[in-house]
């Protein structure tokens, strides 16, 4: 059975940190990744998604990689800033289930 | 594109009724919609995948008569809670895949449901 697990569950910066956001799972055997962020009370907000036969993938201040044979996904964010703060879940889809994280929030503060 | 929304955005019900919540592609066509849960500070939850014209497939533990799944066109999925308790209380975010169903899925803004 897929687990997915994040670390840290919660993290608290000044503004202009760059940060690493952890996800394993257990099951190496996956479609492809994707990070989402959850603002509170909200839905999601898909932020990156690598495919199982990429590496790595980049969206402005954001870099996500993928590590498929030991089952790790890092999210890097440059330079953070106060609105980064949410919380931030990564998801591994297996078969024809997503499979989600534990969730990591952040909050970044001026 | 890709635009998914949810009706309604939260609602209050008493217990022991029974509330429906629409999930709808916008702009485009979705043969697979997913229903998850999440409940305070955990995570999301699948609870159950519906394919269009065809009968849901429920995650194990999810309870088929209580959490009623229709999926009658390619751009409409609903979800009731029958006879809703307190514990039902949760927020529910459905999902809709492109070609293929589970490939990309894109995410509805979640209905927050409270049952007193």
């Known amino acids: 059975k897929q687990e997915v697990t994040q670390i840290p569950a919660a993290l608290s910066v000044p503004e202009g940190e760059n940060l690493v956001l952890n996800c394993s799972f257990t099951d190496s055997a996956i479609y492809n990744l994707q990070w989402f962020r959850q603002d509170p009370g909200k839905g999601l907000t898909s932020l990156l998604l690598?495919?199982?036969?990429?590496r790595e993938q980049t969206s402005g201040r954001l870099n996500a990689s993928l590590d498929k044979s030991s089952g790790r996904s890092t999210l890097y964010i440059a330079a953070s800033q106060p609105g980064d703060s949410a919380t931030y879940l990564c998801a591994v889809l297996n078969t024809d289930k997503l499979i989600f994280g534990t969730g990591t929030r952040l909050q970044v503060f001026p | 594109g890709a635009v998914v929304s949810q009706h309604p955005s939260w609602v209050i019900c008493k217990s022991g009724t029974s509330v429906k919540i629409e999930c709808r592609s916008l702009d485009f066509q979705a043969t697979t919609m997913f229903w998850y849960r999440q409940f305070p500070k955990q995570s999301l939850m699948l609870m159950a995948t519906?394919?269009?014209?065809?009968?849901?497939?429920?995650e194990q533990g999810v309870e088929k008569d209580k959490f009623l799944i229709n999926h009658a066109s390619l751009t409409l999925s609903t979800l009731t809670v029958t006879s809703a308790h307190p514990e039902d209380s949760s927020f529910y975010i459905c999902?809709?895949?492109?070609?293929?169903?589970?490939?990309?899925?894109?995410f509805g803004p979640g209905t927050r449901l409270t049952v007193t």
């Open positions: 519906s394919n269009e014209g065809s009968k849901a497939t429920y």
């Open positions: 690598i495919q199982s036969s990429q």
């Open positions: 999902s809709a895949g492109l070609a293929g169903g589970f490939y990309e899925q894109y």
